[in-house]
């Protein structure tokens, strides 16, 4: 009887990458830092460390206690939207282990560059226990959780021409970013398939979603006028929000420095495009920017917490395997 030969089939080939493709790959995790210390040391120039200093000696202890409240309350809600959308595709994600892992995220996003490498090790993390889909799940609910601010942000921009005009030079820079970024988006195809999927079951919880990205947006314009009146602003508040709305814009680009650079950047030219005064902007950002670091500095309470529990667990290992290499031994 004769068997009939069964045919392979060979995957088809990838396509070939350009060399340029692949240097600026290489380059791009530089680029972005670069671009980052270089705003800061662009204003460093500008206002020398008077705006720095002038911020730190603003905080006080009543401030770091209001600014530990907001981050609990933002952080709640943030982790509510990554449950929503973690249990629209399928996924058990207990609310006290999305809090803690929001928080860590949180403080890595501070402490390291860049200011999405705590979401990575978030996604990381929780692909490990629940697979592919979590990944997924990270990547949508920071998708959704950006949409609103810059939707509103967008909007408000077109309502202040002053400021429209005086921030053409950093809409053009995030243009060349976002253009950036799509160029190094490498989707393959089945990836990028399901994630249209996911994206399509998310979509029918779109009222939650919205109504806690708005709620945690709010909590983040409080923290704003709070660091504005500490800095000595005393602008009304709908002169403020505008240009408050701006900087959480422009957060959402990977060129920062642990958050830094372009968000003190922009509310210099926003703040002096509306006759506030860039140094009284800068100043504002670093607040802003140090009660973020403090509202997140439980998240570094949760990082040693895990890593003492993890100790003991490995102790414990160790010396049940003394006696088994002693009997390998004899």
Known sequence: MRHRRAHRRDPPPRPARHPTEDVVKRLWPWLRLLIGLGILAALLWWHSTDAFVDALHAIDPRSIAIALVIGLLTTLLSAARWRLVARRLGLDLPLTSAVTDYYKAQFLNAVLPAGILGDVHRAVSHGHRSGASALRAVFLERFTGQVVPVLVGVIVLFTQPAVLSAMTPALIMIAV??????????????????????????????????????????????????????????????????????????????????????????????????????????????????????????????????????????????????????????
């Open 177 to 330: 970013v976002l253009s950036v970024l799509l160029v190094l988006a490498r989707w393959r195809h089945r990836a990028l398939a399901a994630t249209f999927r996911d994206a399509r079951a998310v979509l029918d919880a779109w009222p939650a979603i919205t109504a806690l990205s708005l709620t945690a947006l709010a909590g983040h314009l409080t923290l704003f006028v709070v660091a504005a009146r500490l800095a000595g602003s005393t602008a009304p508040l709908l002169d403020l929000l505008p240009l408050l709305l701006l900087a959480l814009l422009v957060m959402v680009l990977p060129v920062n420095v642990g958050g830094w650079g372009p968000r003190e950047a922009v509310l210099a030219l926003a703040f002096g495009a509306a006759g506030l005064g860039s140094a009284q902007g800068l100043t504002v950002s670093v607040v802003y920017g140090v009660l973020t670091f403090v509202a997140c500095l439980p998240g570094a309470a949760t990082l040693l917490v895990k890593r003492r529990e993890a100790v003991p667990e490995r102790r414990d290992e160790a010396r049940q395997h003394v006696p088994a290499l002693a009997g390998a031994g004899q």
